[in-house]
Structures are given as C-alpha cells and as structure tokens.
C-alpha cells in the first residue's frame, strides 16, 4: 500500500525566503505526482504535475522535482511572500480506472511580514 | 482547466439522515473521484464515478452507505447516508481534465463542509 509523507509538518518562514518541502513516498511504481495548496475551509488548488517520466516542472516562483528511484519529490518555493501562506499537499498516482491519487500528510506553511 | 462546484458548501445535519451533495463540471470529462477530508487529516479517496457504469470504492467504503450516481458527462452526486458523527468531514470532487485527459491532471471542487450532531 502507498504512502506518502510530507516533512516538515508545519513551517514558518520570513517573507523572501527561499524554502523546500519534501515528499516521500514508499512505492515507486507511480503514474504521476501532483503538488497541490489548500487555503484553510478550501479546496485544492492545482500547483504542479510531473509525469513519472520527467525529473522536475516549473511554474513562476515553484520548482517541483521528482526523483523516483529514491519515492522523493521536492517543491521548491522562491521569494516566499505573505500569500504563500497555505497547507500543501503532494498526491502520487496510480493508473487503474483513472488516476487515483494517494495525497501526504500536508505541510502548513506561514510566511511573516 | 476544469471549473468545477458543489452543492451546498457546507451542511449541518442530524445523525441518521442523509445528504446528497452534487457536483458540476462546466466542461465534459470523463473520471470523476470523490475524497473525503477528514478534520485535521489529508485526503482519502472513497470512490471513482465513470459515466455510464457503476463507481469503483475504494477499500473501507461501500456504496449502501456512500451511493454515488454519474448521470452525465458534467454531474455526480454523492450521498452521505445514515449519517454518523464519525461523517464529519470536507467532501471533495475531483476530475481528469478531459482535454488534457494524457497528462492526468486532477482539478478539484470547493469542498462540502459537512458536520453531524
């Protein structure tokens, strides 16, 4: 059975910092990996995707690696600002009748003025 | 990407009642998941929902007590029933994107905040 760990499980930050979350999961055999915010008494919102073919993706401020071998991704956060703050998620998927995602513990960033 | 509602956003109900909660999807698409958010928990996902066949559960979820309907390539409903206070929990619905349905990538709903007394 997967599963997905996120460390750490809570961090706070000072504004314009640069910052890692981490992502471990136990099986390698993952379709997909997915990086996701949740703002609190919100959904989710889509960050990034990498295929288990690629090694990482970039959007604007965030780098997201994926090292398979290892079941490690990284999310790489640049400039940290105040809206920032959030819990993030990453989720590996699995093909079998969609792809089902199996989501971390979550990281529940804050990031001070 | 997908826009994707729910309904209601959030519900107090009594314990043994049942809730249906529904989805929209403003594009056709052909997965559709439903998770469960536990308080303080991440996501588990309690079933998949393909037009045209019956959802898929997971381990640890039945349909007696989450019936799931797929009506049509933009809608899913699904019912919480003989409500618990255990139920208390966010309930998400998530999708493929159907035209980038080769890339995988899930989009999800607001949520329904659902708490039980």
């Known amino acids: 059975k997967q599963e997905v760990t996120q460390i750490p499980a809570a961090l706070s930050v000072p504004e314009g910092e640069n910052l890692v979350l981490n992502c471990s999961f136990t099986d390698s055999a993952i379709y997909n990996l997915q990086w996701f915010r949740q703002d609190p008494g919100k959904g989710l919102t889509s960050l990034l995707l990498i295929q288990s073919s690629q090694r990482e993706q970039t959007s604007g401020r965030l780098n997201a690696s994926l090292d398979k071998s290892s079941g490690r991704s990284t999310l790489y956060i640049a400039a940290s600002q105040p809206g920032d703050s959030a819990t993030y998620l990453c989720a590996v998927g699995v093909r079998g009748g969609g792809n089902k995602l199996t989501f971390g513990t979550g990281t529940q960033l804050k990031v001070e003025l | 990407s997908a826009v994707i509602s729910q309904k209601p956003s959030r519900d107090i109900c009594q314990r043994g009642t049942s809730l249906t909660i529904q989805c929209q999807v403003d594009s056709q698409v052909t997965m559709m998941f439903w998770y469960r958010q536990q308080p303080g928990q991440s996501l588990t996902l309690i079933a998949t929902?393909?037009?045209?066949?019956?959802?898929?559960?997971e381990s640890g979820f039945v349909i007696d007590k989450f019936p799931i309907s797929r009506p049509n390539l933009t809608f899913s409903t699904l019912t919480v029933s003989n409500m618990s206070p255990e139920d208390s929990s966010i309930y998400l619905c998530s999708v493929e994107d159907y035209e980038r349905v080769h890339v995988n990538e899930q989009f999800f709903g607001p949520g329904t905040r659902l708490t039980v007394l």
């Open positions: 929902a393909n037009q045209g066949s019956e959802a898929t559960y």
